[in-house]
């Protein structure tokens, strides 16, 4: 059974820094890309950032492109998002997925960035 | 950057009923298209993948279909457990890109 367990949100003052894990199981971890997406509070769904299986190719939105960073540890089966300068704009749960299609998702990890 | 706009943003139906949610792409993604329900509070689930390939464990009253630019998702037959929120996704290209979602409430 494929497991996505995300932890490592919490609330962060502006321009604070968090990292986000998500540890998986149940499948071959390096065979798959692993995808970031977050959720504001009320919002819709929005794509944060994609790495390959081999960690060798990153993919980041705009918004967030130059402050996180997504890495991987694949003696781990873990996926990471370092959040660096992070805004108010950045409250959101954070899901972690397999894959660029999400086919399996974790249950989210809240991020609220307030003074 | 492709633009995904779903439409309708709500729709109200009852227990029964055939439903239908449409996703256009604002350029060619070919059927690099999936389908997402998320209920309040949860994770969301992907429905559908390629466009119409039905996820493991999901009930054949869903469907989806098309290809290129315009897509669709069917409910044959509304069942309780369908009223919730449904997103499309592109992952044709970077950066990957949701539809603004449809709440489906019970009228």
């Known amino acids: 059974e494929v497991k996505l367990l995300e932890s490592g949100g919490g609330m962060v003052q502006p321009g604070g820094s968090l990292r986000l894990s998500c540890a998986a199981s149940?499948?071959?971890?390096?065979?798959?890309?692993m995808t970031w997406v977050r959720q504001a509070p009320g919002k819709g769904l929005a794509w944060v950032s994609t790495?390959?299986?081999?960690?060798?190719?990153?993919y980041y939105a705009d918004s967030v492109k130059g402050r996180f960073t997504i890495s991987r540890d694949n003696s781990k089966n873990t996926v990471y998002l370092q959040m660096s300068s992070l805004r108010a704009e950045d409250t959101a749960v954070y899901y972690c997925a397999r894959d660029v299609n999400g086919g399996y998702w974790g249950q989210g990890t809240l991020v609220t960035v307030s003074s | 950057d492709i633009q995904m706009t779903q439409s309708p943003s709500s729709l109200s139906a009852s227990v029964g009923d055939r439903v239908t949610i449409t996703c256009r792409a604002s350029q060619g993604i070919r059927n690099d298209l999936g389908w997402y329900q998320q209920k309040p509070g949860k994770a969301p689930k992907r429905l559908i993948y390629a466009a119409s390939s039905l996820q493991s464990g999901v009930p054949s009253r869903f469907s989806g279909s098309g290809s290129g630019t315009e897509f669709t998702l069917t409910i044959s037959s509304l069942q309780p457990e369908d009223f919730a929120t449904y997103y499309c996704?592109?992952?044709?290209?970077?950066?990957?890109?949701f539809g603004q979602g449809t709440r489906l409430e019970i009228k």
């Open positions: 149940g499948f071959t971890f390096s065979s798959f890309a």
């Open positions: 790495l390959s299986g081999s960690g060798g190719s990153t």
């Open positions: 996704l592109q992952h044709d290209s970077y950066p990957i890109t």
